[in-house]
């Protein structure tokens, strides 16, 4: 911080292209591939990595208008409190955001502990699903332990995480690249492109495991107030970041899928792993399985980090239960924050990588992509007083696409994520209820 008690604007371009790339490409896409291939059942399935790069896109120009307004720290809870603010809704949606949140951010978090196991179980191949249970266990604890202290290095993992990522991936596309079979790339089942009703549901199905490996093109709008020049390097750096990771991963899933028959692919759990085994052995396999390892590690260790603050700030600011705002006494950490979010991580990592990726996006759609649509709406519309010094091109059509792909996502997820992100909803809104006459009390009948 400067002297004046105010952030440092220190990221450029640059570091805000690689903060965004850094946390989109963590362990997501070397444990995804076999269900993005199952959702469509072929190679196919490329459709959901082209249509998921349109919505990201769409949504990011959301991202970028909203965060050039309002260049500060928390991203979606910061525009729906501003935005809102001195309406009915400017005590619910912030509070409706943190809400999910908690919910939503250990389940991604989970996903990483359950991309360590299946990894992990290269060298141990009779894990089963007590063994696979018992790794989610020792890496969640461990994790908690690390960080219920003093932190001082997450920068410094920060770039060892991109390091290793990259150095995997490039030698994933290249070794894919030289062994490049066309017929077994384009390998497509009968029916492949005929559209129906499971078609369409598949396709939904696949878009969501697409948009699950693209989360984190939004990242550099959290920390708008460190950002130089936001509106114009939030809105590129974003835009880079979605053209670049989608490059990456379709020439990592054509890669793979010219190498492996995609029929033997849906059913690993380790595709990398063995993929480079094909092509260069048992010890090169071996390696590659070691650098995903960390990647994943890494990449939660950063995501408890970073996600373990957010409620904390919430409770800070008065717009969510106190309890979160406790300090532990000598680290000062929000260790009230990093146990609960860890401990509902831990419990999470018992479902199946699809069942929690399902959920984690079902539970975040409609309060915060959907919510951060209607805010920008709202903003346009009635706060002429907010400058937006970044106006997204072609308005609103970006914003219709995005609206409407979120709601394509959602209604095809299956009844039950649907319903677990409707029941979210309803549950939250009943919390914020009891919480706000709560809060009332305390304040001797303010309104809160």
């Avoid at 290249?174 to 089942?189: C, R, T, V, W, Y």
């Avoid at 590659?288 to 700030?313: C, D, E, K, N, Q």
Wanted: glycine letters at 12%; charged letters at 10%.
């Amino acid at each position: 911080m400067t002297s004046g008690g105010k952030l440092v604007r220190g990221f450029g371009l640059l570091q805000a292209t690689a903060l965004n790339m850094s946390n989109m490409v963590g362990v997501g896409p070397f444990i995804t591939i076999p269900l993005i291939i199952a959702a469509m059942g072929g190679p196919q399935c490329m459709l959901g990595w082209l249509l998921g790069a349109v919505l990201a896109l769409c949504d990011g120009l959301v991202w970028s208008e909203l965060a050039a307004a309002m260049p500060g720290t928390g991203g979606t809870y910061l525009y729906l409190r501003t935005i809102f603010r001195g309406t009915r809704w400017g005590g619910i949606l912030p509070f409706l955001f943190i809400w999910q949140f908690i919910l939503s951010g250990p389940l991604e978090i989970a996903s990483g502990y359950i991309g360590f196991a299946q990894y992990l179980s290269y060298f141990w191949r009779s894990m089963g699903w007590l063994g696979t249970r018992m790794v989610c266990i020792v890496v969640g604890v461990s994790l908690v332990a690390l960080l219920y202290r003093r932190v001082t290095a997450v920068g410094r993992l920060t770039v060892v995480l991109w390091v290793g990522m990259l150095a995997t991936v490039l030698w994933i596309i290249a070794s894919g690249i030289a062994s490049f079979h066309l017929a077994m790339a384009f390998d497509f089942p009968a029916g492949a492109f005929t559209f129906s009703r499971g078609f369409a549901a598949g396709l939904g199905s696949a878009m969501l495991i697409a948009m699950y490996d693209f989360m984190g093109y939004y990242d550099i709008c959290y920390v708008g107030e460190e950002v130089r020049d936001a509106p114009r390097t939030i809105p590129k750096s974003i835009l880079y970041s979605v053209v670049a990771v989608a490059a990456i991963y379709a020439l990592m899933n054509l890669s793979i899928i010219a190498v492996l028959p995609w029929r033997e692919v849906v059913q690993s759990k380790f595709v990398a792993a063995q993929f480079i085994e094909r092509l260069y052995g048992p010890h090169a396999a071996g390696a590659v399985t070691v650098l995903v390892l960390w990647t994943a590690f890494a990449s939660v260790f950063a995501l408890l980090f970073g996600y373990s603050r957010i409620p904390y700030a919430a409770a800070v600011d008065g717009h969510f239960f106190r309890a979160f705002a406790h300090l532990h006494p000598s680290g000062r950490f929000p260790d009230v924050s990093l146990l609960l979010l860890g401990g509902l991580a831990i419990g999470a990592s018992f479902f199946d990588l699809d069942t929690v990726i399902s959920a984690l996006l079902t539970s975040r759609i409609l309060i915060q992509f959907i919510g951060q649509i209607a805010a920008l709406h709202y903003l346009r519309k009635h706060r002429g007083d907010v400058a937006r010094p970044f106006r997204m091109w072609l308005y609103p059509v970006p914003v219709a696409i995005a609206f409407a792909g979120w709601i394509y996502i959602f209604a095809t997820s299956g009844w039950k994520y649907a319903a677990f992100g409707l029941v979210t909803l309803v549950v939250g809104t009943a919390v914020y209820g009891i919480w706000a006459r709560g809060r009332e009390s305390d304040t001797g009948g303010a309104r809160v």
